[in-house]
Structure formats: C-alpha cells, structure tokens
C-alpha cells in the first residue's frame, strides 16, 4: 500500500472544458426550440452525459422517445468532440502542471476520477497523460458522482486506502462524492457553491508547496 494518493477530476480542474460542454448543449436546446444558459450549465458539472440530457429536456420542457433521446446524445457528443478536437496544452488550467509535477517528483501516485466519457483523449491532447497512473472515467462506473464508486475504483487502483487520498474537484456532486469515500476534498472554485470541501481554493495558483506537503504529510481522515 502506497501512503498517499491523488485524484483530479477532470472539467473544470485541469481543463476549462464547462465552456464546450455549454456551447454544445446550447446548440442541441435552441434545435429544440429553447433557450440554455450559463447559469443553467452550473446543474451540469460533474453530471453525467444522460443526467444532463434529462435535465435539460426538463428545461425545455421537451418529451422524448427512447430514439430522439439517443439521437440527441450522440449530436450532442459529436459537436463537443468538434470543440475539443482543436484543443491544446494552452487550455490547460493555470498551474495544474506544476502541481503534477511536484507529486511527479515525490512519486506520489496519480489518478484521474471524471465523470466523462472523452477523459482519455482530452488529455492527450492537452500533453498530460503521462502524468496519471490510473485513469478512472465515465466509461469505468456504474454510479456517478456523488458516489463514491469513481474514487474509490481509482484509490484501489492506485493501491492507496481511501482515507489516505486527496480529491481535487469543481462540482459539488464531486465534493459530496470524495467526501462518501472518505477522502479528502479540496474544492476548486467558488467556495460558496463547495462549502462541503474541507479546503477550497479559487484555483490551482493559490496551491503552494508547503500546502502540498501538508497533505502529503498529513496523517489522513
Ligand atoms: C463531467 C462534466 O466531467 O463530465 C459534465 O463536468 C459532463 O458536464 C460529464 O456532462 C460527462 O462528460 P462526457 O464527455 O462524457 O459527455
Ligand atoms: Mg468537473
């Protein structure tokens, strides 16, 4: 058993990805005849690809059959998957490298835990998928967050008990799962939306090293 390990989710904590997801998902409401805005895109982060759909045909207030749901899934996937298609390492979130690079250097063990299905190619576009040695994904779980079933799939991959991991999250359902599996969550962004973290930062700038090395030496939860 390794001590300590790492999670990150993905949207929003290495990569600005919410804007893409947004513009897709605005595209496929106005098709149907409805206005989506970006307030609306908060209920989105950290959801799953067919929660977000439900959700949003909520909005609109539009029923669906079983087809046009499909059908809407995939047009929706196809036009995020042209926005990142162009995406590189200048998208990539102030700072997120230097902090990977530091646990890199103290060969602390590295998962990825997000709730997308395009995890993997995003961040070999971006330049970072050396870094992680697990890469636990919306293609990897039965149960999305706020389950704990993400995290807890990359702590046993990563051979590190789940009280001994530390979770870098932006959504709330994020924090609330780290916090079901015991770990510790730091939330990324607004503290008033990640009140549930055990420590919140705006963003990785304001992560230094001797907070890092708090965690690393922390005797955990
Ligand atoms: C999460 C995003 O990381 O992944 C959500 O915060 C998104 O907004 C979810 O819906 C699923 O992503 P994908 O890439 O599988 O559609
Ligand atoms: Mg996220």
């Given amino acids: 058993m390794k ?13 600005d990805t919410a804007k893409y997801h947004y513009l897709a998902w605005r595209k496929l ?3 149907l005849g409805f206005e989506f805005t970006k307030e609306q895109n908060e209920l989105f982060k950290g ?4 929660r977000c759909l439900e959700i949003l045909l909520d909005i609109g207030s539009v029923k669906a059959t ?13 036009d995020y998957l042209a926005y990142i298609q162009k995406m590189d390492a200048s998208e ?5 490298p230097r902090v990977l690079q530091y646990l890199k250097n103290k060969n602390i063990p590295i998962a990825l835990g997000s709730a997308s299905k395009n995890a993997k190619p995003i961040l070999e576009k971006v330049g970072l998928l050396s870094y992680f040695d697990s890469i636990v994904d919306g293609n ?5 967050k706020p389950d704990p079933e993400v995290f807890l799939i990359a702590a046993n991959n990563l051979n590190v008990k789940a009280e ?17 599996a015991g770990m510790i969550g730091i939330g990324i962004g607004d503290v008033d939306i990640l009140h549930e973290a055990d420590y919140n930062f705006k963003d990785f700038t304001e992560i230094d090293d001797s907070f890092l090395e708090l965690l690393l030496n922390k005797n955990h939860k």
Avoid: H, Y
Avoid at 47 to 50: D, G, I, L, N, P
Avoid at 92 to 96: A, Y
Avoid at 164 to 180: L, P, R
């Fill in 29 to 31: 409401a106005n098709e």
């Fill in 66 to 78: 079983q087809e046009q749901f499909d059908t809407w899934m995939i047009e929706k996937n196809e």
């Fill in 140 to 144: 990897s779980v039965t149960k999305a």
């Fill in 3 to 15: 001590e300590v390990g790492f999670i990150f989710d993905l949207d929003g904590v290495i990569v």
């Fill in 92 to 96: 990539i979130l102030p700072d997120v």
């Fill in 164 to 180: 001994s991991c530390v979770v870098f999250e932006d959504a709330v359902a994020g924090i609330q799962a780290a916090n079901a």
């Fill in 47 to 50: 959801v799953s690809r067919k």
